[in-house]
């Protein structure tokens, strides 16, 4: 599986982003498709998964009711909408896929990562 994040780049504090992440490949025993962003300085941060089978999200309490993950099956890609920025929100975001239906939140549990895009909030 190969994964492409793309639409990162510079807004303002309360702006919108929108990012997507195109799959290619087998994703029949993809079980979760995730978001993940990394600072600089800092360890890579879980943000959201939403499940590929079954269309539920899960997200950290930081970007809770700011960011909204979604899926498009037929075009094998997922999406974070990403509303009311802070500059804390600057960072390199991954997406990632898990063959797994648990543990969502940890990195172990992604076997396929892609390349980062970056997000810049800044005024």
């Known amino acids: 599986v190969q994964l492409q994040a793309s639409g990162g780049g510079l807004v303002q504090p309360g702006g919108s982003l929108r990012l997507s992440c195109a799959a290619a490949g087998n994703l029949f025993d993809i079980k979760g498709m995730g978001w993940w962003r990394q600072a600089p300085g800092k360890e890579r941060e879980f943000v959201g ?5 079954i269309d539920s999200t899960y ?65």
């Open 49 to 53: 998964t939403i499940g590929w089978k």
């Open 59 to 123: 997200y950290a309490s930081t970007v809770l009711h700011r960011f909204i993950i979604s899926r498009d099956i037929a075009k094998n890609s997922m999406y974070l909408q990403m509303n009311n920025l802070k500059t804390e929100d600057s960072a390199v975001y991954y997406c990632a896929a898990s063959e797994h239906d648990t543990d969502w939140n940890k990195q172990m549990t992604y076997k396929f990562w892609g390349r980062g895009t970056q997000v810049t909030v800044s005024s």
